[in-house]
């Protein structure tokens, strides 16, 4: 499941393991993984998967994993040890913790998860885009936002290695060694988690105060893939994790959970593999805020122009509608950063006079006539005014620059079937990624057209 689509079978390391639970408890055996279903490498869309033996209804529950096999830093033997040293294993990612129990668990020859382990055959399968050479994550990924998000999760790893986990490791030499618990296999472990943890969600008062939940992994329950049009999901119940079906699922059909709702960029980051067209309906392509800016600078034609640009910009800087970093969200039906980009649309259009009265009224009277709506819609993008639509459509072909090729040439490689076998794992993954950016930008230039 998860990222285990693939690295070639054909690394030449012999036939995996057979898929053993061995290290569940017997209490595990006699009810949990419901008899309707199987667990195979044959049939699921990427390396494992759970298939459906017989017919399921909605609302069955096809595995119920009991806490006490959850992998965490709650159930690791150094728990103590990990709780005692909470404060200095505090980061930016919160995975510290969990990823320091990974490595002893990893490394020790007695843990009760060796054979959880093994079933990941020493992440072999984990090829996620930290993996890749720069080089081949510039030229496949080059304008889907992954090779920056990359860059940022390395200097983390780095970070996080060298300031929190070597110094705790050397702390505590009877349990860790560096050379064995090295930078790399550190890497691998935070892919692992990457791909494959699962964090419970909080009661709703508690969001506010303690911050997300720690991740943990739960064995069996992560062997099921992610589609957008799942068909099961995780239920956490005090005693135990229930995968349960949301959907009937016929027989012999692969069950899915959901990773959540997730853009393609963000599957081949986070998990190593993306949805092919059409499949993933939760799919975003991003405009970066600056493109936009840079559009309207374009159009500015006299340096007054571009003055009243540069200050339209740090208005809505100061509204928090609009920063360096940030992007715009488009989905297939609708701009996900709603408030934002029709904000930024609004006032980077208005004349030096309406900008100089709106600061003066200061957006008070704002929710008069038409700014009622801020939704929008593919159909309230169509109704834009003609200059919002006309900077909305520079801001779009500035964007479609950014990528190393256009969509006609992705589209010939999807409709040849013979070249798409041909094309590696990972050029797969990336044109499904870059394809599906592309037809919701190119969707958006015919809206505002
Ligand atoms: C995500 O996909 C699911 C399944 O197709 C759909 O029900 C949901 O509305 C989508 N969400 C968004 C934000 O597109
Ligand atoms: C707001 O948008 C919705 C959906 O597009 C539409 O039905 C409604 O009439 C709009 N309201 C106004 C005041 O424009």
Redesign the pocket.
């Known amino acids: 499941a998860g990222g285990t689509e693939g690295r070639p079978r054909s690394a030449g390391r012999g036939p995996p393991p057979p898929i053993s639970f061995s290290f569940l408890p017997p209490r595990f055996f006699t009810a949990p993984l419901s008899p309707k279903v199987r667990l195979s490498r044959e049939g699921a869309v990427a390396g494992y998967g759970m298939l459906a033996a017989e017919e399921l209804e909605a609302g069955e529950v096809v595995v119920s994993v009991p806490r006490s096999v959850l992998l965490s830093q709650h159930t690791s033997p150094i728990r103590a040890l990990l709780q005692d040293a909470q404060e200095s294993l505090q980061s930016q990612s919160g995975w510290v913790p969990l990823l320091l129990a990974l490595l002893y668990e990893y490394t020790a020859s007695n843990s009760q998860w060796q054979p959880y382990f093994s079933l990941w055959q020493d992440f072999r399968s984990l090829d996620h885009p930290m993996f890749w050479p720069e080089e081949e994550r510039t030229r496949l990924l080059q304008g889907t936002g992954i090779p920056e998000a990359v860059d940022k999760d390395l200097a983390n790893i780095h970070l996080e290695y060298s300031s929190i986990i070597l110094p705790f490791m050397e702390s505590h030499p009877n349990i860790f060694d560096p050379k064995l618990h090295t930078l790399e296999l550190y890497k691998q472990l935070v892919a692992f988690v990457m791909a494959y943890s699962f964090q419970e969600p909080l009661e709703e008062e508690d969001e506010d105060e303690k911050g997300p939940n720690p991740p943990m992994m739960v064995p069996v329950a992560d062997i099921l893939n992610h589609v957008a049009n799942h068909n099961a999901n995780l239920e956490y119940a005090p005693q135990c994790l229930r995968m349960v079906t949301t959907q009937p699922i016929g027989k012999g059909q692969e069950i899915f959970n959901t990773y959540g709702q997730m853009a393609n960029w963000q599957l081949l980051h986070m998990y190593g593999f993306a949805e092919p067209y059409p499949g993933n309906t939760n799919d975003t392509a991003d405009i970066q805020m600056v493109t936009v800016r840079k559009a309207a600078l374009q159009r500015a034609k006299s340096e007054a122009q571009q003055q009243l640009v540069s200050e339209q910009w740090d208005f809505l800087c100061q509204l928090e509608m609009v920063g360096e970093e940030g992007a715009f969200v488009l989905g297939w039906d609708e701009v996900l950063t709603e408030e934002e980009l029709s904000m930024t649309l609004k006032v980077l259009c208005m004349s030096e006079e309406e900008f100089k009265e709106y600061k003066e009224q200061d957006g008070w009277e704002d929710d008069s006539e038409?700014e009622?709506?801020s939704?929008l819609?593919n159909?309230?993008l169509s109704k834009l005014k003609t200059p919002c639509k006309k900077l909305l459509y520079d801001s779009v072909l500035l964007t479609l620059e950014s990528y190393g090729s256009d969509l006609k040439a992705e589209q010939d490689l999807l409709n040849n079937k013979e070249a798409y076998e041909k094309l590696s794992r990972r050029e797969q993954q990336a044109l499904h990624v870059r394809y599906g950016q592309k037809r919701i930008l190119h969707q958006l230039l015919e809206l505002v057209r």
């Open positions: 038409e009622e709506n939704t819609s159909e309230a």
